[in-house]
């Protein structure tokens, strides 16, 4: 019995190595095989390098269109993303307009809002127990003065402190001014490094901070340097001054109404200290009764918003090109796998006696139809691939002559590539079955 036991194990271990020898084998000659088919297209488009290239276009320049844009539009959220929540999930805003207004009607409806006021910033500070802190701040553009060049348009903010921390606006030279100097509204400012750059030739920071400027007729001496933010959207985020608010309001021409930056300690209080600053600004003014036309509506009065808002409106805009920049791409695609078929199809017909004769000597319909499949994809992948590096290469041109930021997105490369091997293989469908489907007597009699 021990041997009948014995031998039955070596049968079944014999029929399984079969069994993986058999699979190896197959996987092996399958390889060869697609290996074959693969360097014959390739010699075939070698063949006719110029129809192989027209061929080519239509799916260059689809692909090229889709990578291009996916890398821009990749390299600003990046940017816009790391720009808004660097504070962004413990930082919101109580203003008298919201960021971004959308309509005319909007915009003539926030202006007979009243302006929020120091006295409205004072209550909150006092008020809000969720709130951890909180900088209050006005702006205006001027023009700025050193005593070796100018510049305009410069964006002048006055703020209390806390601004610093709460915006994230690091002083990489020299130092912020103190609570005394701020109370007692100090001609001292902080600069950002297009002011080194515009009013200082680009000295070493450490020269320019002691030095002074002049902002509409006074006399600041620069304390501190923020470090460089860069761009967004193409305009530079360094073009500014921040001066003390009490300094702000003896030289401001115009006294608009405050904007008041508020942080908390933990992002999960957020939505808590935003109800807690619109009950309190609530029970300071109240709704108020807006006239549109021959109807009355109430408003609050003042915005209350995070980053979220932006952001949310940025996505809602950069979707909306994805979905053009794929319609249209799409549509050159589709182009480009009509022409594909066209130069199979042709393929085919120049190409029947040789059909013929590979079936006459043991060709079967599968290798024909594998051969032709496989030429088409190939001819898809390669314009595919030209595609992706030509949209990389076209995104950060247009990134260095518009200051866009671009991000390569590995993503969009495996959706190019795979997307133009689609193509190819529903482009080559027909043909390859037409070629497969040839009699092989009457191939090889074709002239």
């Known amino acids: 019995m021990k041997d009948v036991a014995i031998e039955q194990k070596r049968g079944r271990d ?38 192989t290239f027209l061929t080519l276009l239509g799916i260059i320049v689809g692909v090229a269109a889709v990578i291009s844009v996916v890398t821009i539009i990749e390299g600003l959220n990046q940017s816009v993303a790391s720009t808004f929540s660097a504070n962004g ?87 912020k001014w103190t609570e005394n100097e701020e109370n007692a509204g100090q001609y001292v400012a902080v600069v950002g490094a297009d002011i080194i750059k515009n009013l200082f030739n680009s000295a070493a920071p450490e020269s320019v901070v002691g030095q002074e400027i002049r902002v509409h007729g006074g006399v600041f001496r620069i304390i501190g340097v923020t470090a460089a933010q860069g761009t967004i959207f193409g305009a530079s985020r360094d073009n500014f001054v921040v001066i003390p608010y009490q300094t702000a309001r003896k030289i401001l021409p115009s006294r608009d109404s405050l904007i008041v930056n508020i942080q908390v300690a933990d992002p999960a209080e957020l939505e808590n200290a935003k109800d807690e600053v619109t009950t309190i600004m609530r029970s300071r003014r109240g709704k108020i009764s807006l006239s549109n ?44 796998g009509i022409v594909v078929m ?27 139809l594998e051969q032709f499949l496989s030429e088409a994809v190939v001819i898809a ?13 076209l995104a950060y041109l247009i990134s260095f002559l518009i200051g866009f930021p671009a991000f390569i997105s590995y993503w969009s490369i495996i959706l190019g590539v795979g997307t ?28």
């Open 14 to 51: 014999f029929e399984a190595t079969g069994k993986r020898n058999s699979f190896f084998s197959n996987a092996q000659r399958a390889l060869t095989l697609f290996r074959s088919i693969f360097f014959l297209s390739l010699e075939n488009l070698r063949a006719n390098k110029l129809r």
């Open 293 to 336: 036309g021959d109807e009355t509506e109430e408003d609050e009065g003042f915005t209350v918003e995070s980053s979220d808002v932006f952001l949310s409106l940025y996505k809602d805009a950069t979707d909306n090109i994805y979905l053009v920049t794929i319609g249209v791409s799409a549509i050159s695609l589709v182009v480009g």
């Open 89 to 175: 999930s413990t930082v919101f805003t109580l203003s008298k307009n919201p960021s971004v207004i959308t309509s005319r009607e909007e915009m003539i409806k926030m202006n007979k809002r009243r302006d929020i006021t120091k006295e409205d910033a004072d209550a909150v500070a006092r008020l809000c127990r969720s709130c951890w802190r909180i900088a209050i701040w006005a702006r205006g553009g001027e023009t700025v003065k050193s005593a070796y060049s100018s510049a305009d348009n410069v964006l002048i903010r006055g703020a209390s402190g806390a601004i610093f921390e709460i915006e994230d606006l690091p002083v990489e030279t020299g130092r």
């Open 342 to 368: 066209n130069i199979m199809l042709v393929s085919v017909v120049e190409r029947t006696k040789e059909i013929g004769l590979r079936k006459a000597v043991g060709a079967r319909r599968r290798d024909i």
């Open 381 to 393: 992948s390669i314009g595919g691939l030209i595609g992706v590096f030509a949209g990389f290469g």
């Open 420 to 447: 133009s091997s689609l193509v190819g293989i529903v482009s080559g469908i027909y043909p390859a079955w037409k070629a497969a489907a040839l009699n092989p007597v009457e191939a090889m009699r074709k002239e």
